[in-house]
T-cell receptor
Framework: GENVEQHPSTLSVQEGDSAVIKCTYS??????FPWYKQELGKGPQLIID?????GEKKDQRIAVTLNKTAKHFSLHITETQPEDSAVYFC???????????FGQGTELSVKP | GAVVSQHPSRVICKSGTSVKIECRSL??????MFWYRQFPKQSLMLMAT?????????EQGVEKDKFLINHASLTLSTLTVTSAHPEDSSFYIC???????????????FGNGTRLTVT
């Protein structure tokens, strides 16, 4: 089945800097890759997603890139702000089994 | 956007009792809902897939007799933790996708979770 690896597990940046979180997946048939932001004590919130027919997608300060050949995808946050501090999860959906598999999560800390 | 409401947000129960958690899709009908469990500082683990009008599909290692799922309407799924024990203490989160999506290849919207503490 699908396996998703996420790095780093923790990331600390200064306000205004960029943050990059990387994920790799194992199932070449996976075709949908969402990213979620989870604040303490709350459920995950979808922040951006990308499908396998697209290489890059951007939404204001957030962008996601996908390399199907290498089977990895990344989240890029520019001009980070303290309110970006949270745990971020990548996920991959594959046709095999039909379920969303999550990475281990990255705890992002943006220092003012 | 799509809203998924979960209740209660926090519950404390004694060992051996049962606890019911509700998950509602507020502004859309969800034929499929998903239940996840999350331990502190860990990722989300899928427990089961809840289908309206039919039996839930459980992931390997999840006891279906312990975690009872009912999806009686298009806007409500419930998870009942029966005979709860301290090791069942966790953060339980439900999710749903908008109808009309092709299979599961669509955004999942999550509830705000239920913190269960079994004493």
């Amino acid at each position: 089945g699908e396996n998703v690896e996420q790095h780093p597990s923790t990331l600390s940046v200064q306000e205004g800097d960029s943050a990059v979180i990387k994920c790799t997946y194992s199932d070449s048939a996976s075709n949908y890759f969402p990213w979620y932001k989870q604040e303490l004590g709350k459920g995950p919130q979808l922040i951006i997603d990308i499908r396998s027919n697209v290489g890059e997608k951007k939404d204001q300060r957030i962008a996601v890139t996908l390399n199907k050949t290498a089977k990895h995808f990344s989240l890029h946050i520019t001009e980070t702000q303290p309110e970006d501090s949270a745990v971020y999860f990548c996920a991959a959906f594959g046709n095999q089994g039909g379920k969303l598999i999550f990475g281990q999560g990255t705890e992002l800390s943006v220092k003012p | 956007g799509a809203v998924v409401s979960q209740h209660p947000s926090r519950v404390i129960c004694k060992s051996g009792t049962s606890v019911k958690i509700e998950c509602r899709s507020l502004d859309f009908q969800a034929t499929t809902m998903f239940w996840y469990r999350q331990f502190p500082k860990q990722s989300l683990m899928l427990m089961a897939t809840s289908n309206e009008g039919s039996k839930a599909t459980y992931e390997q290692g999840v006891e279906k007799d312990k975690f009872l799922i009912n999806h009686a309407s298009l806007t409500l799924s419930t998870l009942t933790v029966t005979s709860a024990h301290p090791e069942d203490s966790s953060f339980y989160i439900c999710s749903a996708s908008l109808p009309g999506a092709s299979s599961y290849n669509s955004p999942l919207h999550f509830g705000n979770g239920t913190r269960l503490t079994v004493t």
